[in-house]
């Protein structure tokens, strides 16, 4: 019975990633939007990290470096679940990668400005994920037990989040 249900978690993990990773681009390049033609064009490069352009207001660049961190939490722990052996340099240079990746695809596809602070943001955000995994992993002594406890709150946390988006969707 425990070999069942380590294989039902097992294949769950990777759909949880897959939904998490549509989100993430969605988010990140797509900007919520439905339609590209919704999209504003912008196509812009900061170099300069945590230099803003529109002095809008501190409260609204934190809220967004706090979102950039936030998003990427789970992208770190979702790396250590599938990458228990891999050390630390590797996630580093996946969650940059990554990330590095995607400011690339939104200046190319001109959806959003490319800019060196949501690199440095993103990539934190990661490397926070894979200290939540391992302070998980202590608390509930053993990856697989923090695996399992990891994937049914990942599991209900993306169950809430679709039924949220769904939700704005249909009434929108």
């Known amino acids: 019975m425990k070999k069942k249900k380590r294989a039902g978690i097992n294949c769950l993990v990777p759909f949880l990633f897959a939904v998490y990773m ?6 990140i390049l797509f900007k919520l939007q439905l339609s590209i033609h919704d999209l504003d064009t912008v196509r812009n490069i900061n170099l300069i990290p945590f230099h803003y352009e529109n002095e809008i207001g501190m409260n609204f660049h934190l809220k967004e470096v706090l979102e950039n961190i936030g998003i990427f939490i789970p992208f770190g722990i979702y790396l250590c679940m599938f990458r228990h052996e891999s050390n630390f340099k590797r996630k580093f240079i996946l969650i940059l990668s990554t990330s590095l990746i995607l400011e690339i695809f939104q200046y190319i596809l001109a959806v959003g400005g490319t800019d060196i602070t949501d690199l440095i943001t ?3 955000g990661g490397m926070i994920g894979i200290g939540l995994y391992w302070s998980a ?20 946390v993306t169950a809430v989040v679709v039924g949220g988006v769904s939700v704005l969707l249909i009434s929108n």
């Open 137 to 156: 992993a202590k608390i509930f002594r053993g990856k697989k037990r923090a695996d399992t406890v990891i994937t049914v709150v990942a599991a209900i």
């Open 122 to 124: 993103n990539t934190c």
């Open 22 to 27: 549509v989100l993430l681009v969605w988010i």
